[in-house]
């Protein structure tokens, strides 16, 4: 009978225990997300075992400005991807982290007060003026002019991310690994944020631009020549979107894990499961999928650390 596939098991937790361990007791005990929270690992290391599968990762910039910023340091760090498409303010607050401290705070702070004292909210977490906004325009500033006395007159975003990687980023960022490891970042959506509101203020004076078709053109061929694909998709908008997009031009997805806190109700791209997206054609009908109601800051550092004891170092094989 198909319900008895399996048994439902109590956890049985112990002093001393792994996260390997946790994982597999979830793998019994079967809570409502738990199940997903394993089937998503499961995924995850059939797709970055698979040598011809080219494994896209996608996120938002929040989780950047949180701890959860080692976890996809990481997983660039380890290469367990191929490209990341991620948004503009991931640039910052990378970028940002790399020289400043971002702090605890809480949801529930008064707002008016923190924007008297130069104080942004991001959630639960405190970012003064002097570390986000000063300081990457200062860094921006030197990496533009450094740019433009070399005579890039036009860049795309893989190469602006690689530039802030290589010139400006500390080893504790994300896109110093990406650049060091030689993974693209894409990010469609490079004028919504800090980063490219400097390419715009440095524009007014320097006849520079940003080429995002050629991005498109890279991203195209990448995805036609690849046997087949897989994502990590965590959050939703541009960068999720910009992943599935492009993949349905292959006729879609062979893999694809995805966290989300977004309602499917409201018919958001956000909230879409990715068995919508097979309707679409951005999600192979055969494909290994799963959906992930969850936080990402509590989910992916439990997923990640199950991962990396369960694959090799990719990092080592290149």
């Not at 499961?42 to 698979?50: A, G, K, Q």
């Not at 971002?102 to 570390?131: A, C, Q, T, W």
Request: charge should be negative.
């Amino acid at each position: 009978m198909f319900y008895k596939k399996g048994i439902v098991r109590d956890y049985k937790l112990q002093e001393g225990m792994t996260i390997d361990d946790l994982i597999e007791q979830m793998r019994e005990a079967w809570g409502f997300t738990a199940g997903k929270i394993v089937a998503g690992i499961d995924i995850l290391v059939e797709m970055i075992l698979d040598k011809e599968c080219l494994k896209f990762l996608s996120f938002p910039a929040c989780i950047v400005a949180t701890g959860a910023r080692g976890v996809l340091i990481e997983i660039v760090k380890r290469r367990l991807v191929d490209v990341i498409v991620t948004t503009c303010g991931t640039l910052d607050h990378d970028l940002a982290r790399s020289w400043r401290d971002y702090y605890h705070g809480s949801f529930d702070m008064d707002d008016v007060e923190l924007h008297k004292m130069g104080i942004n909210r991001l959630g639960n977490i405190l970012i003064p003026n002097e570390s986000y906004g000063l300081i990457i325009e200062e860094k921006m500033h030197e990496l533009l002019t450094d740019l433009w006395n070399n005579g890039v007159r036009e860049i795309s975003t893989k190469d602006l991310c690689r530039a802030i990687g290589s010139k400006v980023c500390r080893e504790d960022s994300i896109l110093y690994w990406a650049a060091k490891n030689n993974i693209p970042v894409y990010v469609p959506g490079i004028t919504d944020g800090a980063v490219g509101y400097q390419m715009w203020l440095f524009s007014q004076d320097h006849k520079i631009k940003i080429d995002v078709l050629k991005d498109e053109q890279e991203l195209n061929d990448l995805i036609f020549s690849a046997k087949r694909t897989g994502a990590l998709i965590i959050g939703g908008g541009i960068s999720k979107h910009h992943v599935i997009w492009w993949n349905q031009f292959r006729g879609g997805l062979d893999y694809a894990v995805y966290i989300t806190t977004a309602v499917e109700w409201d018919g958001s791209l956000s909230g879409a499961r990715v068995r919508e997206a097979i309707s679409w054609g951005k999600v192979k009908e055969t494909a290994k999928h799963v959906t992930i109601e969850g936080d990402a800051t509590v989910i992916l550092p439990l997923m990640v650390a199950a991962l990396i004891s369960r694959v090799p170092r990719q990092d080592t094989k290149r």
